[in-house]
Antibody, heavy 121, light 107 residues
Framework: EVQLLESGGGLVQPGGSLRLSCAAS????????LSWVRQAPGKGLEWVSG????????YYADSVKGRFTMSRDRSKNTMYLQVNSLRAEDTAVYYC??????????????WGQGTPVTVSS | EIVLTQSPATLSLSPGERATLSCRAS??????LAWYQHKPGQAPRLLIY???NRATGIPARFSGSGSGTDFTLTISSLEPEDFAVYYC?????????FGGGTKVEIK
């Protein structure tokens, strides 16, 4: 069974940083792309970033480019999102999502339960 | 970026009725469109990928159609567990984008 478990969310001041983690199990980690998708309070889903299974390619939404960085550690079956220079509009539940292939079929057939990030002073 | 516009924003229906949800893209996405169901406090669930393919374990009452810029998700007969928010998502071009969602609520 595929499982994705996010952690690392919390309350942070504007301009601060966090590292979100997504621990994966139940599939061959390096064979599938992973993404972060967020949902701000009362809003819809917003794709944030993606990384290919082999870590060769990373992709970012314009709203986070230059502030967020994705990486993955195959030895730990874990994917990370380093989030810097946080803004109030980054407040959201952040979901980890598994793509259907290494770097092609970017629809998401498994999701975690999400980790909340609140940016406030 | 490709903008996906979903309509209507809210659909009020009774169990057993047919639901028809629309997703329109600002430019062609070929057939690279997926649909998700999202309930409060739960993870989103993939229903349809590449416009018309049901994901594993999805009941046959869910079907998708369309290509290019116009897509439809149809729920043939609503079950109580189908009341939720539905999103479309395109994978044709980066950045990936989601539609704003359609809430299917009990009338």
């Amino acid at each position: 069974e595929v499982q994705l478990l996010e952690s690392g969310g919390g309350l942070v001041q504007p301009g601060g940083s966090l590292r979100l983690s997504c621990a994966a199990s139940g599939f061959t980690f390096i064979s599938y792309g992973l993404s972060w998708v967020r949902q701000a309070p009362g809003k819809g889903l917003e794709w944030v970033s993606g990384i290919s299974g082999n870590s060769v390619s990373t992709y970012y939404a314009d709203s986070v480019k230059g502030r967020f960085t994705m990486s993955r550690d195959r030895s730990k079956n874990t994917m990370y999102l380093q989030v810097n220079s946080l803004r109030a509009e980054d407040t959201a539940v952040y979901y980890c999502a598994k793509a259907a292939a290494n770097d092609g079929d970017w629809w998401f057939d498994a999701w975690g339960q999400g980790t909340p990030v609140t940016v406030s002073s | 970026e490709i903008v996906l516009t979903q309509s209507p924003a809210t659909l009020s229906l009774s169990p057993g009725e047919r639901a028809t949800l629309s997703c329109r893209a600002s430019q062609s996405v070929s057939s690279y469109l997926a649909w998700y169901q999202h309930k409060p406090g739960q993870a989103p669930r993939l229903l349809i990928y590449d416009a018309s393919n049901r994901a594993t374990g999805i009941p046959a009452r869910f079907s998708g159609s369309g290509s290019g810029t116009d897509f439809t998700l149809t729920i043939s007969s609503l079950e109580p567990e189908d009341f939720a928010v539905y999103y479309c998502q395109q994978r044709s071009k980066w950045p990936l984008t989601f539609g704003g969602g359609t809430k299917v609520e009990i009338k």
